[in-house]
Protein backbone atom coordinates (compact mmCIF):
# COMPACT_ATOMS: atom_id res chain seq x y z
CA UNK A 1 0.00 0.00 0.00
CA UNK A 2 1.30 3.30 -0.71
CA UNK A 3 1.92 5.83 1.68
CA UNK A 4 -0.99 7.88 2.47
CA UNK A 5 -0.54 11.43 3.34
CA UNK A 6 -4.46 11.71 4.19
CA UNK A 7 -7.67 9.42 4.18
CA UNK A 8 -11.31 10.29 3.23
CA UNK A 9 -14.35 8.84 4.99
CA UNK A 10 -17.33 6.98 3.27
CA UNK A 11 -20.71 6.46 4.85
CA UNK A 12 -23.72 4.23 3.51
CA UNK A 13 -26.83 5.32 5.42
CA UNK A 14 -29.46 2.06 4.83
CA UNK A 15 -32.63 0.99 5.89
CA UNK A 16 -31.55 -1.57 8.22
CA UNK A 17 -27.90 -0.34 8.87
CA UNK A 18 -25.58 2.26 8.75
CA UNK A 19 -22.18 2.10 7.93
CA UNK A 20 -19.13 3.77 7.62
CA UNK A 21 -15.04 3.10 6.84
CA UNK A 22 -11.79 5.02 6.28
CA UNK A 23 -10.54 4.64 3.18
CA UNK A 24 -7.57 5.05 1.06
CA UNK A 25 -6.72 7.29 -1.78
CA UNK A 26 -6.34 3.92 -3.20
CA UNK A 27 -9.84 2.69 -2.23
CA UNK A 28 -8.68 0.85 0.10
CA UNK A 29 -10.67 -0.11 3.40
CA UNK A 30 -8.54 0.75 6.74
CA UNK A 31 -11.12 0.40 9.54
CA UNK A 32 -15.12 -0.13 9.15
CA UNK A 33 -17.89 0.78 11.97
CA UNK A 34 -21.94 -0.11 11.43
CA UNK A 35 -25.05 0.38 13.70
CA UNK A 36 -28.73 -0.18 13.07
CA UNK A 37 -30.13 2.40 11.80
CA UNK A 38 -33.21 4.63 13.46
CA UNK A 39 -36.36 4.01 11.89
CA UNK A 40 -38.35 6.43 13.33
CA UNK A 41 -36.34 9.45 14.89
CA UNK A 42 -34.20 11.57 11.84
CA UNK A 43 -32.46 13.52 14.66
CA UNK A 44 -31.20 9.92 16.51
CA UNK A 45 -30.26 9.03 13.03
CA UNK A 46 -27.77 11.93 12.49
CA UNK A 47 -26.57 11.49 15.44
CA UNK A 48 -25.84 7.51 14.81
CA UNK A 49 -24.33 8.82 11.77
CA UNK A 50 -21.89 12.30 13.46
CA UNK A 51 -20.86 9.42 15.89
CA UNK A 52 -19.43 6.73 13.42
CA UNK A 53 -17.66 10.08 11.40
CA UNK A 54 -16.47 10.87 14.74
CA UNK A 55 -14.76 7.53 15.48
CA UNK A 56 -13.17 7.69 11.98
CA UNK A 57 -12.03 10.98 12.60
CA UNK A 58 -9.74 9.58 15.81
CA UNK A 59 -8.81 6.59 13.84
CA UNK A 60 -7.61 8.34 10.86
CA UNK A 61 -4.60 10.71 12.94
CA UNK A 62 -2.15 12.08 12.79
CA UNK A 63 -2.84 12.08 8.81
CA UNK A 64 -6.33 13.45 9.16
CA UNK A 65 -9.38 13.64 6.96
CA UNK A 66 -9.45 15.34 3.73
CA UNK A 67 -13.49 15.16 2.60
CA UNK A 68 -16.41 13.18 3.67
CA UNK A 69 -19.22 11.08 0.88
CA UNK A 70 -22.27 9.91 2.43
CA UNK A 71 -24.41 7.90 0.29
CA UNK A 72 -28.15 8.63 1.12
CA UNK A 73 -31.38 6.40 0.06
CA UNK A 74 -34.22 8.09 -2.29
CA UNK A 75 -34.08 11.27 -3.77
CA UNK A 76 -31.13 13.17 -2.79
CA UNK A 77 -30.25 17.07 -3.70
CA UNK A 78 -26.04 16.68 -4.11
CA UNK A 79 -26.44 20.63 -5.04
CA UNK A 80 -28.08 21.66 -1.58
CA UNK A 81 -26.79 18.94 0.38
CA UNK A 82 -29.99 17.95 0.86
CA UNK A 83 -31.57 14.59 1.81
CA UNK A 84 -35.37 14.69 -0.20
CA UNK A 85 -37.30 11.75 -0.15
CA UNK A 86 -36.91 8.54 1.36
CA UNK A 87 -39.16 5.12 1.66
CA UNK A 88 -36.50 3.62 4.23
CA UNK A 89 -35.32 6.37 6.36
CA UNK A 90 -36.94 9.17 8.69
CA UNK A 91 -34.64 12.46 7.08
CA UNK A 92 -37.61 14.12 4.65
CA UNK A 93 -35.89 17.47 3.23
CA UNK A 94 -33.02 16.90 5.88
CA UNK A 95 -30.41 19.08 5.75
CA UNK A 96 -27.23 15.99 6.13
CA UNK A 97 -24.42 18.33 4.91
CA UNK A 98 -24.77 21.81 6.85
CA UNK A 99 -25.98 20.10 9.80
CA UNK A 100 -22.54 17.78 9.46
CA UNK A 101 -20.38 20.90 8.58
CA UNK A 102 -21.02 22.44 12.11
CA UNK A 103 -19.17 19.54 13.56
CA UNK A 104 -16.46 18.70 11.06
CA UNK A 105 -14.67 21.03 8.89
CA UNK A 106 -13.74 18.88 6.02
CA UNK A 107 -15.91 19.04 2.55
CA UNK A 108 -18.41 16.53 2.61
CA UNK A 109 -20.40 15.53 -0.23
CA UNK A 110 -23.72 13.20 -0.85
CA UNK A 111 -25.40 11.35 -3.58
CA UNK A 112 -27.99 8.52 -4.00
CA UNK A 113 -26.79 5.33 -1.89
CA UNK A 114 -27.12 3.20 -5.18
CA UNK A 115 -25.68 5.68 -7.70
CA UNK A 116 -22.29 5.33 -5.24
CA UNK A 117 -22.33 1.64 -4.98
CA UNK A 118 -23.15 1.76 -8.90
CA UNK A 119 -20.05 4.35 -9.75
CA UNK A 120 -17.96 1.41 -7.27
CA UNK A 121 -18.84 -1.41 -9.62
CA UNK A 122 -18.51 0.63 -12.71
CA UNK A 123 -14.94 1.46 -12.04
CA UNK A 124 -14.17 -1.67 -10.38
CA UNK A 125 -15.32 -3.46 -13.37
CA UNK A 126 -13.10 -0.74 -15.92
CA UNK A 127 -16.73 -0.66 -18.07
CA UNK A 128 -16.03 0.53 -21.78
CA UNK A 129 -17.54 3.56 -22.30
CA UNK A 130 -19.72 2.88 -24.63
CA UNK A 131 -21.07 0.47 -22.97
CA UNK A 132 -24.36 0.13 -20.96
CA UNK A 133 -23.99 -0.68 -17.56
CA UNK A 134 -27.07 -1.64 -14.79
CA UNK A 135 -26.45 -2.15 -11.43
CA UNK A 136 -29.42 -3.10 -9.14
CA UNK A 137 -29.23 -2.80 -5.38
CA UNK A 138 -31.39 -5.78 -3.47
CA UNK A 139 -31.58 -5.26 0.10
CA UNK A 140 -33.64 -3.36 2.49
CA UNK A 141 -35.05 -2.00 -1.03
CA UNK A 142 -35.31 -2.13 -4.19
CA UNK A 143 -33.08 0.00 -6.94
CA UNK A 144 -31.08 0.54 -9.79
CA UNK A 145 -28.50 2.86 -11.19
CA UNK A 146 -27.63 3.05 -14.92
CA UNK A 147 -24.43 4.35 -17.14
CA UNK A 148 -24.67 4.88 -20.39
CA UNK A 149 -21.54 5.91 -22.49
CA UNK A 150 -20.08 6.82 -19.28
CA UNK A 151 -22.80 8.98 -17.72
CA UNK A 152 -24.79 8.00 -14.99
CA UNK A 153 -28.81 8.63 -16.26
CA UNK A 154 -30.13 10.66 -13.00
CA UNK A 155 -32.96 12.22 -14.94
CA UNK A 156 -35.36 14.40 -12.33
CA UNK A 157 -34.42 12.72 -9.20
CA UNK A 158 -35.76 9.12 -9.12
CA UNK A 159 -34.56 7.60 -12.32
CA UNK A 160 -33.96 3.97 -11.55
CA UNK A 161 -36.41 3.49 -8.26
CA UNK A 162 -37.49 -0.15 -9.51
CA UNK A 163 -39.26 -0.22 -6.20
CA UNK A 164 -41.88 2.05 -7.01
CA UNK A 165 -42.97 0.19 -9.86
CA UNK A 166 -46.25 -1.62 -10.13
CA UNK A 167 -46.47 -5.30 -10.32
CA UNK A 168 -50.06 -4.82 -11.80
CA UNK A 169 -51.15 -1.63 -13.91
CA UNK A 170 -55.25 -2.83 -12.11
CA UNK A 171 -53.88 -2.60 -8.79
CA UNK A 172 -51.13 0.68 -8.40
CA UNK A 173 -50.67 -0.10 -4.89
CA UNK A 174 -48.74 -3.02 -4.82
CA UNK A 175 -45.43 -2.50 -5.89
CA UNK A 176 -42.08 -4.20 -6.45
CA UNK A 177 -40.59 -3.21 -3.11
CA UNK A 178 -43.61 -5.32 -1.48
CA UNK A 179 -43.01 -8.53 -3.19
CA UNK A 180 -38.86 -8.81 -4.11
CA UNK A 181 -37.25 -6.78 -1.19
CA UNK A 182 -35.99 -8.23 2.04
CA UNK A 183 -38.21 -6.21 3.83
CA UNK A 184 -40.98 -7.83 2.11
CA UNK A 185 -39.53 -11.25 2.49
CA UNK A 186 -39.31 -11.25 5.57
CA UNK A 187 -43.18 -9.62 6.36
CA UNK A 188 -44.95 -11.87 4.05
CA UNK A 189 -43.08 -14.64 5.69
CA UNK A 190 -43.64 -13.98 9.09
CA UNK A 191 -47.76 -13.56 8.11
CA UNK A 192 -47.51 -16.83 5.73
CA UNK A 193 -46.25 -18.62 8.26
CA UNK A 194 -47.54 -17.21 11.65
CA UNK A 195 -43.92 -16.61 13.16
CA UNK A 196 -43.33 -13.12 13.74
CA UNK A 197 -39.97 -13.84 14.90
CA UNK A 198 -39.13 -15.12 11.93
CA UNK A 199 -35.67 -12.73 9.72
CA UNK A 200 -35.23 -12.73 6.21
CA UNK A 201 -32.66 -15.58 6.33
CA UNK A 202 -34.65 -18.06 8.12
CA UNK A 203 -37.04 -18.12 5.14
CA UNK A 204 -34.62 -18.65 2.69
CA UNK A 205 -33.44 -21.34 4.71
CA UNK A 206 -36.90 -23.02 5.11
CA UNK A 207 -37.05 -22.44 1.51
CA UNK A 208 -33.92 -24.57 0.59
CA UNK A 209 -35.15 -27.27 3.14
CA UNK A 210 -38.07 -27.84 1.10
CA UNK A 211 -40.95 -26.21 2.84
CA UNK A 212 -43.06 -25.54 0.17
CA UNK A 213 -45.19 -22.62 1.86
CA UNK A 214 -41.41 -20.55 1.73
CA UNK A 215 -40.65 -21.54 -1.14
CA UNK A 216 -43.86 -20.61 -3.07
CA UNK A 217 -43.12 -17.30 -1.38
CA UNK A 218 -38.84 -16.70 -2.33
CA UNK A 219 -40.22 -18.19 -5.98
CA UNK A 220 -42.99 -15.05 -6.26
CA UNK A 221 -40.65 -12.23 -4.84
CA UNK A 222 -37.79 -13.72 -7.93
CA UNK A 223 -40.58 -13.47 -10.52
CA UNK A 224 -41.58 -9.80 -9.50
CA UNK A 225 -37.64 -9.10 -9.14
CA UNK A 226 -37.42 -10.81 -12.75
CA UNK A 227 -40.32 -8.46 -13.79
CA UNK A 228 -38.24 -5.33 -12.87
CA UNK A 229 -34.68 -6.39 -14.32
CA UNK A 230 -37.28 -6.74 -17.52
CA UNK A 231 -38.00 -3.45 -17.59
CA UNK A 232 -34.77 -2.37 -17.17
CA UNK A 233 -33.46 -4.52 -20.06
CA UNK A 234 -36.68 -3.35 -22.36
CA UNK A 235 -35.84 0.35 -21.96
CA UNK A 236 -31.99 0.38 -21.36
CA UNK A 237 -30.76 -3.40 -23.19
CA UNK A 238 -27.30 -3.34 -20.98
CA UNK A 239 -24.13 -4.75 -21.48
CA UNK A 240 -24.29 -5.64 -18.55
CA UNK A 241 -26.34 -6.00 -14.90
CA UNK A 242 -24.55 -6.27 -11.50
CA UNK A 243 -27.21 -7.35 -8.30
CA UNK A 244 -25.56 -6.65 -4.95
CA UNK A 245 -27.28 -5.66 -1.72
CA UNK A 246 -27.43 -7.85 1.48
CA UNK A 247 -29.95 -10.17 -0.37
CA UNK A 248 -27.98 -10.92 -3.08
CA UNK A 249 -25.10 -10.93 -1.48
CA UNK A 250 -26.03 -13.47 1.19
CA UNK A 251 -28.70 -15.52 -0.41
CA UNK A 252 -27.11 -16.58 -4.37
CA UNK A 253 -30.09 -18.96 -4.71
CA UNK A 254 -32.42 -16.20 -4.96
CA UNK A 255 -30.41 -14.54 -7.84
CA UNK A 256 -30.49 -17.90 -9.55
CA UNK A 257 -34.22 -18.02 -9.07
CA UNK A 258 -34.78 -14.78 -10.37
CA UNK A 259 -32.66 -15.52 -13.69
CA UNK A 260 -34.59 -18.54 -14.14
CA UNK A 261 -38.09 -16.51 -14.06
CA UNK A 262 -36.28 -13.59 -15.94
CA UNK A 263 -35.53 -16.66 -18.80
CA UNK A 264 -38.92 -17.19 -19.50
CA UNK A 265 -40.02 -13.53 -20.16
CA UNK A 266 -36.85 -12.92 -22.80
CA UNK A 267 -37.55 -13.18 -26.34
CA UNK A 268 -34.78 -15.71 -27.83
CA UNK A 269 -32.66 -12.48 -29.40
CA UNK A 270 -32.43 -11.05 -25.49
CA UNK A 271 -31.36 -14.09 -23.80
CA UNK A 272 -27.60 -13.77 -24.07
CA UNK A 273 -28.11 -10.90 -21.46
CA UNK A 274 -28.20 -13.81 -18.64
CA UNK A 275 -24.84 -14.79 -19.44
CA UNK A 276 -24.07 -10.84 -18.65
CA UNK A 277 -26.37 -10.80 -14.83
CA UNK A 278 -23.66 -11.05 -12.18
CA UNK A 279 -23.47 -10.67 -8.25
CA UNK A 280 -21.36 -7.92 -6.95
CA UNK A 281 -17.23 -8.55 -6.62
CA UNK A 282 -17.52 -5.99 -3.94
CA UNK A 283 -19.76 -7.12 -1.99
CA UNK A 284 -21.62 -4.85 0.99
CA UNK A 285 -18.76 -2.71 0.68
CA UNK A 286 -19.60 -1.03 -2.83
CA UNK A 287 -21.77 2.04 -1.26
CA UNK A 288 -19.32 2.39 1.49
CA UNK A 289 -16.23 2.54 -1.36
CA UNK A 290 -18.42 4.35 -3.90
CA UNK A 291 -19.39 7.48 -0.94
CA UNK A 292 -15.56 7.48 -0.65
CA UNK A 293 -15.14 8.12 -4.33
CA UNK A 294 -17.34 11.53 -4.23
CA UNK A 295 -14.62 12.92 -2.38
CA UNK A 296 -12.13 14.54 -4.85
Not at 118 to 135: G, H, K, T
Not at 176 to 202: C, K, W, Y
Request: include cysteine; glycine fraction near 8%; proline fraction near 4%.
Amino acid sequence: MAKETSYRIGVDVGGSKVSAALVTDQLEIVEKRSTATPQEDGEALFHVVKELITDLMAVAQPLGVRGIGLGIPGKVDREAGIARYQMMIPWPNFPIVDRLQAYFSCPIVIDNDVAVAALAEYQERSVREEAVFSYVTVSTGISSQNFVQGHLVRGQGFAGELALVPVDYRKPDQLVQHFASGTAIQERGQDLLANPQLTTQDIFDRAKSGQAEAQRLIEEGAQVLAWSLYQLICFFDPDEIVLGGSVIIEQPYYLQATKTALKAMLFSDQEHVLDHIRASHLGKDNGLLGAAALVD
